[in-house]
């Protein structure tokens, strides 16, 4: 089952368009998987991989990037991966074809919600497993799927909050170096001024005892 | 980014951070996300729609307090046991009993002086709206409930008047120039002094007091109570010879002989106790100059009148006691007219010709948005001159006989500096029913009025709409930026509701209007006090919803029988291309009568394929998909089911009905996207879950005793509403029926789920044309209006005043977040207010309407409405404030819940009470100089007008046959209309149309609209010779003369004479003449003015729906309810006491 696709921007994770499931059983906690494919694609930028499967407990994210845009859906973890990925170019192709000038100028999120009904009727013969059969020709095109890239939402999602909080602790760390610095500066100048004071001291005693007592 | 986690663009990882859809206030977070979609059923909804036996706390009107304290009680003697005994034991002392001791009018002694000097005539039932004895018929409850706003704790209440029993007391800036220029009071005066301190605390011992004015009330009251002439509503004309106000008696002779009755009963009138009230009552003090000078050029109906009165011969007649009416100069006659500066042009009309002024020059303000900070002075300065002349101008009711301006009403301007009221909000908008706010809740209580907002959020408006990344909102509060913030800096701004200082964000710098840095004070969202933003996808919990239509129609023998499958089929067919949506948008069709029929329409069929679910008690859907379609790939099919529908149900049988499986069903298809499901429905639903009975009696429906039945059978279709609101579907109703519906039941799928309800009272294709045509008008209006789906609205107000009680059709989700699952544009709303901080050191308050909503083409938009009203300290200046018509309109919605929660009469006190109160607080605080005479500012001239209009309204009306749906639809349509539909629905509008000119007319799209001039409801200003319109919002009654001129029977109406006037005519001809093209000119502008089709009625006197057009003559006295005249008696008899 494919329970919810997603179209961004990859830029700016802005979404273009969307799916809203209609499966009364997971509607639960599709919530959260909204809200995860939402800071996934905020999270995605061009370095990302541009296929990827991202597992989120027993559902698994698939994502596609091309030309700047991002095609998520969200399936069961038992859906079969290269029909999922093939259900992602089948968008792609159609919505690149559709929309793919204007998507650089979009401006409020999910500009072109219209695709949604190419989305609803694509999915519906990826799903069907008799129309499945008649998709053999995937098995060609998608050969290579197996080298897709396999890691876990958590992880993809944390990733920046780990860098967030390396960066803090990097920029902590420079703060105090900096507090280490001028603390040492001021300590050299006080031991400096110490042992200045101190010969002086010492060639004054000095001067005064030669004059008043040494004469 | 000023408003961390929540604007941020890359999100700080917090899934919370989203908005969602609901939930538009991250503020709210508590409730989380999910929460939103999860419908929690927390007891969170309107106290007041608690059902029944509720007592009557915090909910709708007055609580304990305000009872207990307002002179008002006193009227419990007399006639009013008979319709409201008073709780046992405590036979006449009601309100003593009620805490504080109401010792102006010891009931002992006040009572047995009513009883006969009741203004009633002998043969009527005693109007129960003049019986406040059983406010609370039950003492021991005595809540102090304190949301209530009148509510003070009694200590307050008690003392502080009883020491400024002289009336003049606390009103040092009392700076009415006229009434500071007023004749010496007259030696009467001495009598009302000294009832005057009425409230408090000192002492029951002051017989003699209230007992003076009354015996003077006796020249008063007595004309009224004097048996009229006849029976208005037995006589059943419009006899010009009917006594207005009971004492002129005297028929203008130019019809027919005088009626017999009245001259012997006015001789029976005391005269000795008229005079030292009635004629030596010197003009009252507007009569200034200017007054006194214009009358007499403005020759009137009622000079004419008066003439011929006086020149019958009336022998017996105690001319000088009925003589005070007419007699008085003629300075006051036109008083009321031409004061406001009404423009020309109806103010519907300017803003029809140019919808919204803000739009058509929205960036010229020389500097934008000074904040309140910056405007204290000036404000101060104004602040003296607020209790503006012509507000607070002394009126005399009793003697103002010409109340009525010649055009609408318009809504006061609050009395802000000019740059300020520029940019506020428009006042169809958002109205507050003060638009000076007191200070303190104590100020508040003083003045007796009630505070409250009515809103119209989303009305066809076009307005300027932002796209933004970042919506700039208070941090603490989440109050969108508007015009009336502060900007303390380049780089702060204060917010106005909360007075938090906030950050600027670098992008609101730039102005993309001017393309300028630097200016954010010049932003639209700053120089707007309406816009609208398109929301970022922070504000989305899931993907906007596209338009889902689905319909559920009632296919039983009834059904039928109307006709209206035919006529929905043909509006739809012709409305298809116009159905709001975009590529995307769905229909489903769902037929029932004893089974659910399902319709396939999936794309290929060759046909539509007919699903029938017999098993009604565990609804299923028949296939998973294709019952609701997307409309533009299956048009066809869509189309051919509807050609076929009508044809497919003629013979049917079925004559039961299973509607509430038929709404489970339709909820079941309709949960995963949310959306609109409208309900046809022509009988009582009585098979499987929600059946209902009958429980209207025909034989009470003209009692004048307590109404019931007017709160909900069963919870089931309020439960299924709360269901759909979770799931963003809303419930629109229509109800076609002859018969009873239980509406009251019924109506409860649409209030909490936010849909509207539509009622056609013997709807039937060919006994009832006007009905036929109406329900086209209306379903084509339904159809392609604009829809806004997945809504919520929040309502927020400067810190110190709290929302506490809403109205409309809605679900409160959270305290103040309404669940809208969809918004149209001809809802009103209102809630009321109470002042919980006393709002010492401010010059303004605002308010803060935010509606954010997914359109029909799939963009989430918000849509924010910023009203900013001044803080005055002074009771004067809290009255010269008043709205008087959002008054009528609030009152009118409290007045449904306390139908709902307690009983009709105690809704029909309330009101009487609220007039009561606020004009007997105006004479004790306000007034400096006391007067006889019924005193009120000229801004609540109209409000005893109102109050009696509510009282004969369909809805509060007793003693009149009215059906129970009738009546619980007026009150769903008070609640749910916007103010300027539902003051028609109060006080109808009247015009004569026999003699349109085209003098003062108005030119709209090259056609010249008459204005004839509004006239007072009363029989007295019809003619035998003209004709008239009466416009009640709803329908339109074209009455015509006997007498009426062939002129215009043939101009217009195309018969040769008043005998041809066909029995139902509801279409005009179009004639080429000139009168007819006028007269149509006209009512198609009253037609284009409001969302639905008023129907129009030609009628003759011997017409069915004379007795309608009679009932709305709310001036005149009916079988059950007393005229205006004695309305004004009876309020002055229980002021001053």
């Keep these: 089952m494919i329970a919810l696709t997603m179209i961004a921007r990859v830029v700016d994770g802005l979404p273009l368009a969307a799916s809203i499931e209609e499966d009364e059983q997971s509607g639960r906690d599709l919530q959260q998987y909204q809200s995860q494919a939402k800071q996934l694609c905020r999270k995605l930028n061009t370095q990302s991989p541009d296929r990827c499967t991202l597992e989120a407990g027993d559902m698994d994210f698939h994502y596609l990037i091309a030309q700047g845009i991002c095609y998520l859906c969200l399936c069961e973890a038992s859906f079969p991966k290269k029909i999922a990925f093939a259900y992602l170019e089948d968008l792609h192709n159609e919505f690149y074809d559709q929309y793919g000038k204007k998507v650089n100028t979009a401006m409020r999120p999910y500009s072109f919600i219209e695709f949604d009904t190419y989305i609803q009727k694509t999915k519906k013969t990826y799903v069907d497993s008799r129309a499945r059969r008649n998709l053999g020709s995937i098995n060609t095109e998608l050969h290579d799927v197996q080298r897709i890239m396999v890691a876990n939402i958590e992880e993809v999602l944390q990733r920046g909050e780990a860098l967030s909080v390396l960066d803090t602790k990097a920029s902590n760390l420079s703060t105090l170096s900096k507090k280490y610095r001028s603390d040492a500066k001021y300590l050299n100048t006080r031991s400096a001024y110490a042992k200045v004071a101190a010969v002086a001291v010492f060639f004054i005693t000095l001067i005064i005892y030669l004059r008043f007592w040494w004469l | 980014m000023s408003t961390a986690g929540f604007n941020s663009q890359n999100g700080t990882g917090t899934g919370q951070a989203y908005a969602n859809g609901p939930s538009q206030n991250p503020v709210g977070l508590q409730q989380l996300p999910g929460v939103s979609y999860g419908m929690t059923h927390q007891p969170t909804y309107n106290p007041m729609q608690a059902k029944a036996p509720a007592p009557p706390g915090p909910g709708l009107y007055p609580t304990a307090a305000y009872q207990s304290g307002p002179p008002v009680s006193s009227y419990q003697s007399g006639p009013a046991h008979t319709s409201y005994p008073p709780p046992p034991g405590q036979p006449l002392l009601t309100r003593p009993a009620m805490g504080t001791p109401p010792s102006h009018t010891p009931p002992q002694s006040a009572s047995p002086n009513h009883g006969p000097r009741m203004p009633l005539p002998r043969a009527t039932p005693p109007p129960p709206a003049v019986s406040s004895s059983s406010y609370y018929s039950n003492p021991q409850q005595q809540p102090i409930a304190p949301s209530w706003q009148y509510n003070t704790a009694p200590a307050p209440m008690g003392p502080p008047p009883s020491l400024s029993a002289p009336p003049c007391g606390p009103l040092a800036n009392h700076t009415n120039p006229s009434s500071s220029s007023t004749v010496p009071p007259p030696p009467t005066l001495t009598a009302y002094s000294s009832p005057q301190p009425a409230y408090g605390s000192h002492s029951a011992t002051q017989p003699p007091g209230p007992r003076m004015p009354s015996t003077s009330h006796l020249g008063y009251t007595q004309p009224g109570a004097a048996p009229p002439p006849l029976n208005p509503m037995l006589s059943h004309t419009y006899q010009p010879s009917r006594p207005a106000y009971g004492p002129p008696p005297t028929g203008p002779p130019p019809l027919g002989p005088p009626p017999a009755g009245p001259s012997p009963a006015m001789t029976s009138t005391p005269p000795s106790t008229a005079p030292p009230l009635a004629n030596v009552t010197p003009p009252p003090p507007k009569a200034d100059g200017t007054l006194a000078g214009n009358g007499p050029q403005s020759p009137n109906n009622f000079n004419s009148i ?27 006659q036109n008083a009321a007219a031409p004061h406001k500066p009404t423009s020309p042009m109806h103010p519907t009309m300017q803003a029809a010709t140019q919808p919204y002024s803000q739009t058509t020059q929205p960036y010229q303000q020389p500097h934008g948005g000074p904040g309140p900070a910056q405007l204290s002075p000036s404000l101060a300065a104004l602040s003296l001159q607020s209790s503006s002349p012509e507000a607070l101008r002394v009126v005399n009711l009793l003697q103002e006989r010409n109340l009525l301006p010649p055009g609408p009403i318009p809504a006061p301007t609050p009395c802000l500096p000019q740059d300020l009221q520029k940019i506020n909000c428009n006042p169809e908008v958002f109205r507050c029913t003060l638009t000076s706010i007191p200070q303190t809740q104590s100020l508040l209580n003083k003045a007796k009025m009630p505070l409250g907002l009515l809103l119209h959020p989303f009305k066809d408006l076009s307005l300027p709409v932002v796209t933004s990344s970042t919506i700039v909102r208070c941090r603490s509060c989440r109050t969108y930026i508007n015009p009336f913030v502060s900007f303390l800096d380049q780089r702060r701004w204060k917010c106005n509701l909360c007075y938090r200082v906030n950050d600027v964000p670098e992008e609101f710098m730039y102005n993309p209007v001017s393309r300028s840095y630097g200016e954010p004070h010049k932003r639209p969202e700053v120089q707007n006090a309406t816009i609208e933003f398109i929301a970022p996808s922070e504000y989305m919990l899931r993907p906007p919803q596209p338009a889902v239509y689905l319909f559920l129609l009632d296919v039983s023998h009834n059904a039928v029988e109307t006709g209206y499958l035919t006529v929905f089929c043909q509006s739809l067919l012709d409305n298809i291309n116009a159905l709001p949506g975009d590529s995307r948008t769905k229909v489903g069709f769902i037929t029932f009568d004893s089974t659910i029929h399902f319709y396939n329409l999936q794309e290929g069929l060759s046909q539509p394929q007919m699903l029938i679910v017999s098993d009604i008690e565990d609804i299923f859907l028949p296939t998973p998909d294709s019952l609701l379609v997307n409309l533009n790939e299956c048009k066809e099919l869509v189309q051919d089911l509807l050609r076929s529908l009508p044809s497919l149900f003629e013979k049917t049988m079925e004559t039961q009905s299973a509607l509430g499986s038929a709404l489970q069903a339709a909820f079941k298809l309709l949960s995963p996207t949310g959306g609109r499901m409208s309900v046809f429905q022509t009988q009582l639903p009585n098979l499987g879950v929600g059946a209902l009975q009958s429980r209207e009696d025909p034989n009470q429906r003209a009692s004048a005793k307590d109404i019931q039945h007017l709160s909900p059978a069963t919870d089931f279709y309020k439960k299924l ?10 419930v629109d109703l229509f109800l076609l029926s002859s018969q009873y519906c239980d509406l009251a039941s019924l109506g409860c799928i649409s209030r909490y789920s936010a849909g509207s309800v539509y009622y056609y009272p ?126 009528a309109g609030l009152l009118a919605c409290m007045a449904v819940d306390r139908s709902v929660t307690a009983s009709l009469s105690d809704a029909r006190d309330a009101l009487t009470n609220a007039a009561i109160d606020s004009l007997s607080s105006y004479r004790q605080s306000v007034l400096t100089i006391q007067q006889p005479g019924l005193l009120a500012p000229a801004c609540l001239r109209f409000f005893p007008l109102y109050v009696l209009a509510l009282l004969k309204q369909k809805a509060y009306r007793t003693g009149t046959s009215t059906r129970l749906d009738e009546r619980v639809f007026a009150m769903c349509q008070l609640k749910y209309q916007p103010l300027a539909y539902a003051m028609l629905m109060i006080h109808p509008a009247l015009y004569r149309v026999d003699d349109l000119t085209d003098e003062g007319a108005l030119n709209i799209n090259e056609r010249t609209i008459p204005q004839p001039r509004v006239l007072q409801l009363s029989v007295e200003k019809l003619s035998r010779e003209g004709a008239f319109l009466m416009d009640t919002g709803m329908v339109l009654y074209l009455w015509i003369g006997r007498n009426c001129h062939p002129n215009f029977l043939t101009q217009v109406l195309g018969v040769p004479s008043y005998a041809t006037v066909p029995e139902n005519l509801y279409l005009l001809p179009e004639l080429d003449t000139a009168e007819s093209q006028r007269i149509r000119a006209f009512i198609g502008w009253l037609r284009d003015q409001r969302p639905f089709f008023p129907t129009l009625h030609v009628i003759r006197d011997e017409s069915q729906l004379k007795a309608s057009f009679m009932q709305n003559m709310i001036e005149d006295r009916t079988e059950s309810a007393l005229s205006y005249y004695e309305f004004l008696l009876h309020l002055q008899q229980q002021i001053s006491k």
């Excluded at chain 2, 008066?306 to 006051?332: C, E, I, T, V, W």
């Excluded at chain 2, 006007?770 to 209006?785: H, N, P, S």
């Design chain 2, 721 to 730: 509403a709360l269901d759909c609101s979770g799931q963003q579907v809303a």
């Design chain 2, 306 to 332: 008066d003439n011929k009165m006086a020149g019958l011969p009336q022998p017996g007649l105690p001319g000088r006691h009925l003589g005070h009416y007419p007699s008085l100069p003629p300075g006051y």
């Design chain 2, 762 to 887: 013997s709807y039937h294709h060919q006994h009832n044309p006007a009905q036929v045509e109406r329900f086209q008008k209306e379903l084509k209006r339904y159809l392609t209006r604009k829809i806004g789906f997945e809504a919520v609205m929040r309502i927020r107000c400067t810190k110190g005043l709290s929302i506490h009680t809403f109205h409309g059709n809605f679900f409160v989700r959270s305290t103040d977040l309404l669940s809208l699952p969809n918004v149209n544009p001809d809802a009103g709303f209102a809630v009321q207010m109470s002042i919980e901080e006393n709002l010492d050191d401010m010059q303004v308050v605002s308010f803060q309407a935010a509606l954010l909503y997914t359109s029909s083409k799939g963009e989430r938009r918000i849509r924010v409405h910023t009203l900013c009203l001044p803080v005055v300290n002074s009771l004067s200046d809290v009255f010269a404030g008043a709205d008087v018509q959002a008054m």
